[in-house]
């Protein structure tokens, strides 16, 4: 069990690592930015949506404990009974993602798919799959979630090298001649998860 707390702090410092352990399906909490004295790094974990719960420092550990004692933290591996039941409910789970959020998940890898549902699972202390089924046809908030955490996020976008190449050499280069040194030079990439920042030296 990974767990990431966020604290009071200024700058960016932690969302990269939060983003590796959400990745993982570990656990993530930021200290309410109203109770922070400096709020920069807990609102910079909460705007990336990188966090699970957002709480003042006093109720911090008690959510921890809960997590910690969830059903499937606490259920033996030695036992597949939890994930046999997550994927006899599958079916109707990614029905319901396909219904309110238009995208068809049944192609994706079922381990992944019942990994990410058991983390949700146990976030919100529920230990029924069909339990879990009922909450989301009820929070649509839950189905939204699910879907973000279904999908993976990839910042690779070198597919055809020839391109990239073509683009270096006609594009990226000659605008680089351009800049002074120390100057940022910025590339968007819509189909990447990140943009790019090239400092110029």
């Known amino acids: ?50 966090v699970d719960y957002v709480l003042p420092p006093n109720e911090m550990p008690s959510a921890l404990v809960a997590y910690a004692q969830g059903p499937f933290i606490k259920t033996s591996r030695s036992s597949d009974e939890p994930r046999v039941a997550i994927e006899q409910a599958l079916p109707k789970i990614l029905l319901k993602l396909r219904r309110r959020r238009g995208h068809d998940f049944s192609g994706y890898k079922t381990t992944t798919i019942c990994r990410r549902i058991e983390r949700r ?41 020839w391109v990239f190449e073509l683009l270096a050499d006609q594009v990226i280069m000659p605008r ?15 189909s990447a998860s990140s943009s790019l920042r090239i400092g110029v030296g």
């Open 1 to 50: 069990m990974a767990v990431a707390i966020i604290l009071s702090g200024t700058g960016t410092d932690g969302s990269v690592g939060l983003s590796a352990i959400n990745g993982e399906s570990g656990m993530t909490m930021a200290q309410s930015p109203e109770t922070a004295k400096f709020d920069g790094m807990p609102r910079s974990a909460i705007d990336a949506n990188l």
């Open 121 to 161: 699972m146990n976030l919100h202390q529920i230990e029924g799959s069909r339990d879990y089924l009922k909450y989301l046809e009820k929070n649509d908030a839950e189905s939204t979630t699910l879907f973000k955490e279904l999908l993976i996020g990839v910042t690779s976008f070198f597919r055809d090298p």
């Open 176 to 190: 680089l001649r351009e800049k002074i040194e120390g100057e940022a030079f910025r590339v968007w990439v819509p």
